[in-house]
């Protein structure tokens, strides 16, 4: 019997918008590669209490979930939030991380530049 993680698939991505911005936080130095954005906007979506919807949209497939979560630190803490998810650990990332990554994009919209250290204060 296949656990959760193997029915998951092994990419997860964005919606080409936000994956568009992801990007830009990158050449931006906003986050040193683009992989890091990605786990900080499932973190901040963790840490804001989300509870994502399913991605509406075409999605651009980014990361191999063996590269971005090697030690299933990511789909563990996953799984000790949200203990009644009815989808796999990494759809469930994946939509976590669209949903971070749209309040990351009004942020820098907003202000012009996204201040991780100003939003990692607010988040304690």
């Known amino acids: 019997m296949a656990t959760e993680h193997q029915k998951d698939g092994t990419t997860i991505g964005l919606t ?7 990007v830009k936080f990158k050449d931006e130095k906003i986050f040193h590669e683009m992989m890091d954005g990605y786990r900080f906007a499932i ?10 919807q399913k ?3 075409q999605k651009v497939t ?5 590269s971005l979560d090697p030690k299933k630190e990511i789909a563990n803490a996953i799984v000790v939030l949200n203990t ?3 989808i796999g650990v990494y759809k469930y990332a994946e939509r976590l991380a669209e949903s971070g990554m749209t309040e990351l994009v ?4 907003n202000n012009n530049r ?9 988040s304690s």
């Open 55 to 57: 991605i509406s949209g």
């Open 106 to 109: 009004k942020i820098y919209n």
């Open 84 to 86: 009644d998810l009815d």
């Open 43 to 52: 973190a901040y979506s963790l840490n804001k209490g989300v509870v994502p």
């Open 16 to 22: 080409k918008e936000n994956h568009e911005m992801l």
């Open 114 to 122: 996204l201040d991780l250290a100003k939003i990692i204060a607010e």
């Open 62 to 66: 980014t990361f191999n979930v063996g």
